[in-house]
C-alpha cells in the first residue's frame, strides 16, 4: 500500500490480495493466516467475517491502521502483540510487548494440575504458579475449579498484565506477588502450597540466535533463556520446593522439548518422578512428589 496504489478503490479482498505476497515476501509462514487475522482485528470483526465483507470500500482511518498492523508484522513482531490478544485453555488474555505470550503447550501443564485438583477437597486447593507472565495459568485453574491461587512474578510489568486479565476474565480467589521465585512470598501468605507449578525460562543461552526472530527479537528474554544449559530457573525453584510443598502434594513443571532427562537429574533421589508427554509424544510436564519415608 504505497502511494503508487493509493487511488485504488481497497477493499479487504483486495487488502489480502496486496498483503499475502507482501508478507510472504517479509518471510512470514502463515501469511495469509495473519493478514487475514490483521484484516480482521483493524475491522472489528471475526476471521471468517472478512470474507462476508470482501467488498465493503474501506476508508482512510481504516487503511491506516491496516498499514500499520503490516508494517509492524513485516518487522516480524508477533501478531500477539500487534492484536493484543491470546487465546488459551478457552480464555482470551490480553499480551502486550514484555510479556511472554502463551503457549498451546502450556496447557498440558493446567490439565495435569487440574486433573490432581479435582481429587482435592476446595478446602485444600492452595496452588502457586512461579513465574506467572500473563497470569493464563493462575487464571486458567482458578476459573476451571474453585480454587485459591497465588501467582509470583519478578517483572511489575507481567504482574500489571495478569491483573488486567484476571479482572477482565472475572476470575475470583487470586493473589498477585512480585519477587523472585518463592521469596516473593508475604508472611501472611501460606507458608506450604498443595500444588506448585511453573512454567520457567528453560531456553539454553546459546540457543538464542536459532530461533525465529518473532521469540528472539520482542518476547522476553528474561522469561526465555536460561544459564547453565537451560537448568538455571529449575535449580532456583529446586531450592524451596521441600519447604513450601504440603506433605502429600505435587509439583507440576514444564520443560522444553529436549528437557526431561536433564531436568529429572535436579530431582533424583528424594522425589518420585512422572513424565507426561503432549500428542507427540513429547514430554513436557514433569511431575513430582516427595517420597514417603519409610
Known amino acids: 500500500m504505497d502511494a503508487k496504489t493509493s487511488e485504488v478503490a481497497w477493499t479487504p479482498l483486495k487488502i489480502l490480495q496486496w498483503a499475502v505476497p507482501f508478507l510472504t515476501q517479509k518471510g512470514i509462514e502463515s501469511p495469509r493466516l495473519d493478514a487475514e487475522i490483521l484484516v480482521a482485528h483493524a475491522l472489528g470483526i471475526k476471521r471468517l467475517q472478512v470474507y462476508l465483507q470482501y467488498d465493503r470500500p474501506l476508508d482512510k482511518e481504516e487503511l491506516a491502521l491496516m ?27 490480553s499480551v502486550a510487548p514484555g510479556v511472554l505470550i502463551p503457549r498451546p503447550e502450556t496447557e498440558l501443564l493446567v490439565e495435569k494440575a487440574l486433573e490432581y ?70 508472611p501472611d501468605d501460606p507458608k ?30 528474561e522469561a526465555l533463556f536460561a544459564e547453565n544449559d ?20 505435587k ?11 536433564k531436568v529429572r537429574g535436579l530431582f ?4 518420585d518422578l512422572k513424565g507426561h508427554s503432549d500428542l507427540q509424544g513429547i514430554i513436557r510436564v514433569l511431575e513430582l512428589s516427595l517420597k514417603q519415608k519409610n
Not at 528453560?202 to 528474554?221: C, G, Q, T, W
Not at 532456583?236 to 521441600?242: D, M, W
Request: hydrophobic share 35%.
Open 67 to 93: 498499514r500499520g498492523f503490516f508494517q509492524r508484522r513485516a518487522q516480524r513482531e508477533p501478531i500477539q502483540y500487534i492484536t493484543g490478544t491470546r487465546e488459551f485453555y478457552r480464555l482470551s488474555f
Open 192 to 221: 506450604q502450597f498443595q500444588v506448585i507449578l511453573s512454567n520457567p525460562p528453560y531456553i539454553p543461552m546459546e540457543e538464542k540466535e536459532n530461533l525465529a526472530p518473532e521469540v528472539r527479537d520482542f518476547e522476553p528474554s
Open 117 to 186: 485438583l479435582k481429587t482435592l477437597p476446595e478446602e485444600q486447593r492452595l496452588v502457586l504458579d512461579l513465574g506467572t507472565g500473563s497470569g493464563c495459568i493462575a487464571i486458567s485453574i482458578a476459573k476451571s475449579l474453585s480454587s485459591r491461587v497465588w501467582g509470583v512474578d519478578l517483572s511489575e510489568m507481567a504482574l500489571n498484565r495478569a491483573k488486567t486479565n484476571g479482572e477482565k476474565l472475572e476470575a475470583s480467589e487470586l493473589t498477585w506477588r512480585q519477587g523472585s521465585w518463592f521469596e516473593a512470598l508475604k
Open 230 to 249: 537451560g537448568l538455571k530457573a529449575y535449580e532456583e525453584i529446586a531450592k524451596g520446593l521441600k519447604t513450601h510443598l504440603l506433605p502429600g502434594g
Open 268 to 271: 533424583d533421589g528424594e522425589w
Open 251 to 261: 509439583v507440576f513443571l514444564e520443560l522444553e522439548a529436549k528437557g526431561y532427562d
